[in-house]
């Protein structure tokens, strides 16, 4: 297992700052709102889209004041994504944890939600940095239209690698990916090593997502959902979508009737995780996950040795070998 405070060792002062920060930047008069902020500020994050970020801007020079700010401004457009996630969802724990639309109700999740995502959006414009906007807005915009894409993919029964990692890329790594970019934007590197920064997250961001995948074909992770929801919700991961493709027609038929009938018993969402496993369909996406997983350590490889850059080699690591 990697060890986290072998990873945060490099920024590890950087990192106490940026938990200050964040605990003190969300406020309102408004009792009923604060309360919910107040829940969502003491949930248990692990805090890794602002590690990469601080752990990047150290790999590419000193971190300054608005690295600082940047790491803020990202954890609390995170936040939003989770919030709005669960009420998409209909998720009522996250990691064990009562989600805010189970605590209060959709309304107040939403509500809350919009709340934090104008407290993103003020901070950033804050930092008076266009460049950093224009990241933060392009972000907000492929989160939308990343999780609209997968509900319309589900709708439409998709199957097909190309729509996955489309989508994926707009619902994932968008944001992992503009981590790195601003990390590296703020300690004024050069426009290169800023976009291979914008690359290195991108592949971490697809190493992070095909992970996510594959814990929905196993028991006991403790990742916060139960197994097979993905496919309860129609929702076609790169496991099944292998599977899919590289059966018999007529089993390929057979498994794509449940599908589309949204037939998932709990018998039939058993016998699509079978299907997926015995089709070779965990092997297929561990090893999509290794070749991006490689191309990410081959672009900081060729940033020079420094103990932030042996950190995000360990957070490459992390993010392909995560337990939950």
Known sequence: MINKLQILQPVASEFEQFKEDFSKVLYSEVPLLQSAIKRVLCSNGKHIRPILLLLTAKACGHPTEKTHDAAVIIEILHTTTLIHDDVVDETKQRRGVASLNAIFDNRIAVLTGDYILAGT??????TENITM????????HDLSEGE???LDNAEKH?????DYFKMINKKTATLISACSEIGAITVNASPET???CRLFGKYLGYCFQIKDDIFDYYEDLNIGKPTGNDIREGKITL???????TAPPEESAYYM?????????PENVTALIDF????????????QLREYKQKAIEIINRFPESEARNSLLLLADYFAERIN
């Open 194 to 196: 800023i976009g291979q």
């Open 158 to 162: 998709t199957v097909n690698e190309e």
């Open 148 to 150: 609209l894409m997968q």
């Open 121 to 126: 959006i003020l901070r950033a414009a804050e």
């Open 239 to 245: 496991p099944l979508l292998y599977a899919l493709r």
């Open 276 to 287: 997926a496993k015995q089709q070779g369909g965990i092997e297929y996406a561990e090893k």
């Open 133 to 140: 906007i224009k990241i933060i807005a392009k972000v907000c």
């Open 257 to 265: 009737k449940i599908i589309t009938q949204q037939d998932f018993t």
